[in-house]
């Protein structure tokens, strides 16, 4: 009796935990301090400052940007509509995918969609477009989000890319890029973990988006690598592809 009673006594005494038991998880490292204001790069390229929220785990968007302006190669996007290009015999308008510049009523077929010659940004159709240097001159290319948006267009493929548009405002557009391709670059802002803001939808091109909502380069699956490459990531961190 007295030893059944010394046993008990003993696990009484003994810490949580003792007994196999997993011990408590620690608490998450918020990711910057609430109310904390941190550099940000602006669409133009000027610096702009965002702020983290009141849970200290994500930034609000980049701020104190300069709107775009107005005049020749600063086009507001307020304007009539893009202009018109040289005229074809075709009736397909604006953005609709073609085949030759003779489908379109503008005259002009480029990576893979009808399109037309600007010089200022409120020469396309803001949002829907962006005035974008190509060769010697600059046309309105359809604006896109992910890889999924431009697979209208076909082959050769018209791949959502990155790229400066007329006014040097920074945009993501459909075209043939082919090997000027560009997905976002790195120390560019994002929705933390929202990696499709860096990489397009782009898998195996080992473009991430931090926790700190930064793109960079690396991975956190195999997925993000090239097909005949590991990835290093432990899952809660950027790693590196090999």
Known sequence: MRAHLAIALVGLLLPAGACGSEPAAEPETALCDPGENIFCRCPGGDPGTKQCNEAGDGFGSCDFCEARGGGDGDGDGDGDGPSTGPGGTGDLALL????????????????NYCTTPCEKVSDCEFPVAECVPWGEGAVCMPACTTASDCEVYGAPP???????????????????????HQLIP??????????EACNLGFAGRERVCSEQGVCETGCFKESDCPADQDCSSPGDTVGECG
């Open 158 to 180: 018209s791949l959502c890319g990155f790229a400066p548009a007329i006014d040097n405002w920074t945009v993501t557009v459909c075209s043939n890029w082919g090997d000027l």
């Open 186 to 195: 790195e120390a560019t802002d994002c929705p933390p973990l929202d990696h």
């Open 96 to 111: 609709r995918p073609c085949t030759s510049s003779a489908d379109c009523a503008s005259g002009l077929c480029e990576s």
